[in-house]
């Protein structure tokens, strides 16, 4: 079992900055590839970010990619997600996730076994 607890979202001016954070306990967090996808109002759920469990690779959506960087703290497990020039579009729930294996489809929230809670970003225009 995996549990994973967000935090760091709010309310944000566009223009403006934040950084979510995933807490992971009850597994290795190194031996897990991590990931952010995010859910808006109306919307289904998207893939936004990756990270490889060593942390030298990273994925990004095109929506997010250049404002937005994935990193990982496998001493302190904790998967980090810094977002910049945030948009409305960006408003959403965010969520960590972990899958049970390292070989997989990243990009796919099927793919994820384990997810957090969310926390909730809105971004003001």
């Known amino acids: 079992q995996v549990q994973l607890v967000e935090s760091g979202g709010g309310l944000v001016q566009a223009g403006g900055s934040l950084r979510l954070s995933c807490t992971a306990s009850?597994?290795?967090?190194?031996?897990?590839?991590m990931g952010w996808f995010r859910q808006g109002p109306g919307k289904e759920r998207e893939f936004v970010a990756a990270?490889?469990?060593?942390?030298?690779?990273?994925y990004y959506a095109d929506s997010v990619k250049g404002r937005c960087t994935i990193s990982r703290d496998n001493a302190k497990n904790i998967l980090y997600l810094q977002m910049n020039s945030l948009n409305p579009d960006d408003t959403a729930a965010y969520y960590c996730?972990?899958?049970?294996?390292?070989?997989?489809?990243?990009?796919?929230?099927?793919?994820?076994?384990?997810w957090g809670q969310g926390t909730q970003v809105t971004v003001s225009s």
């Open positions: 996730a972990a899958p049970l294996t390292s070989t997989l489809d990243v990009y796919s929230d099927s793919e994820y076994d384990y």
């Open positions: 009850g597994r290795a967090f190194s031996a897990l590839v």
């Open positions: 990270i490889s469990m060593g942390g030298r690779s990273t």
